[in-house]
């Protein structure tokens, strides 16, 4: 027993001692910041110096009307941007996971817009997005839907709209591999046993398919609802959050607020508001994680 | 029953020429765009046709942008140097998770999870600050220190289901023969676990190409240290935008990414999606 319980504090002392490394420069580079973020939200922190100011910032923030529209825009954004991630990620799972010719092609071909770098995919979408001489545009044009140029991120609604859908354009393809994978995993008897019973594709799709992959469209819905609240690079690149204001989201608001005024404290009062809420977010993940886990080892 | 009557087959293959058409499209743009005279773009309505394809833009982009390759070379270098750090700081970690009992592991690894869903943005301010009082800020390491933080968490994550892998009994038959822990680790651990730290390593150079964005225009303002996807910006200009050396270069500068990508993906998704799948 002595013995025993001497190996394990030793194995510990080893384990941490091999774990330190990373868990310092965590602890210096993500934890320390977000500690001093919440410290500088009090404070009316600038180039200059800073004072300490109560809670005038989080006052200041939460009676302004714009911040509570950019609060209900992020989440209408954030709406509609996870939920069609979710919808064409799960059709084009089902279509790549059809048994057909090229769709070993097809699966590396989805993947293009999940790895290039956001800010280069972004370019496309400019030019995509051009009202002069985009090809959207000019197939409107030739259609006679459009009347005349329109220029897609100039326009309130259509700039909102616009930037969503390169978000989804960013965000489908790692939903997709994910479905994919996930009913790869069902098993196969399951299949053949209901296609012995006489059951239709249909069937087969709504009664195995879909409960099978549930656990992978909870987690996937949550940790896309994460990214997406994340997103700054794709509005950043096509709007800067413009035209005015219309698709500035908690994200674009924090980081015009802190770096491009340089009003730290202001701009730290609102990097906790996004940081309580990615808590909450994270909360539900984990929670979820813990307990898809354990209903596996029950089972 | 996996077989498709005619009707079928011809759906779904329409189902997937849509689906890929969004995918895509804007690379097939950027492409056709980069092919194209400047004053063909700049027609509208939008044409469909030109006659005088060429690649002439690819080689007068390095005039219209002097820097062109070096923010090239200072991409590959950051991400480089951020691979080499997340694995140094990820491989005694990895390794402690997947052998070791100890209090606090699986907290500590939920813990790693959590720090995924922070986006580089929350935490800016501090970082500022800190590499302005370091003087850091306008150097490479003002991007590369921010960097691997980011991508500490997942590469743990990775690398530890791929030492998880290799039979304990070999490190145990090592150690019954007296064997040291650096010696498993030299003569055990790392010729076998070498498939996993180059996926783990490559996941690291992706991920750091693709995250250098908001560290490079928040810490960085210095041309000669620029990644490309800032340096890309240069080809907006006063009074137009040249377009088609624009999409040129940012063909250029995703090819090595899409690359590395192509040739290791079917590893780089199975680590990925092996948690989420199986746990």
Known sequence: MNQ?????????????????????YIILIVAWPLLETIRLSFTNSSLAGEDYVGFENYQKMFSSKKFNGIVTRTFVWMFFSVSLKLIIGLIGAVLLNANLKGRSIFRVLVMPPWVVPIAIGMLGWLWLYNGYFGIIAGVGMRTGILDGPFGFLAYKQSAFISTIIADVWVGTPMVTVFFLAAMQGVPRDLYEAAYCDGASRWDRFFKITLPQITPVIITMSLLSAIWTFNSFEIIWILTEGGPRGSTTTLIIDTYKQALGNYKFGRGAARAVVVMILLMLFAGFYLALLARINKKISHE | MNKYNPFEKILIYFGIFVFMTFILLPFIEMFYASLRPLDHLFRSPYQFYSDDLSFWAYQEMWNTVPMLGRYIFNSFFLASCVAILTLIFVIPAAYAYARFKFPAKNTS?????????????????????????????????????????????????????????????????????????????????????TPGLVVVGIYAFIGSYAQQFLFAITFNQKKEYMPIPTGLYEFIGYQSVKWNEMMAAALVGMLPVLLLFVFLQKYIVEGLTAGAVKN
């Open chain 2, 109 to 193: 690894l939920y813990i790693l999870l959590a720090i995924n869903m922070f986006s580089g943005a929350v935490i800016l301010i501090p970082l500022y600050k800190l590499l302005r009082t370091l003087g850091l800020l306008n150097s490479y390491q003002s991007m590369i220190i921010p960097g691997v933080a980011f991508l500490i968490p997942t590469a743990i994550w990775l690398l530890k289901s791929y030492f998880e892998k290799i039979p304990i009994d070999l490190e145990e038959a090592a150690f019954v023969d007296g064997a040291s822990r650096v010696q498993i680790l030299r003569h055990i651990i790392a010729p076998l676990s």
């Open chain 1, 4 to 24: 025993k319980l001497k190996s394990y504090t030793a194995q510990t002392y080893i384990a941490y001692a091999l774990i330190a490394p990373a868990a310092i």
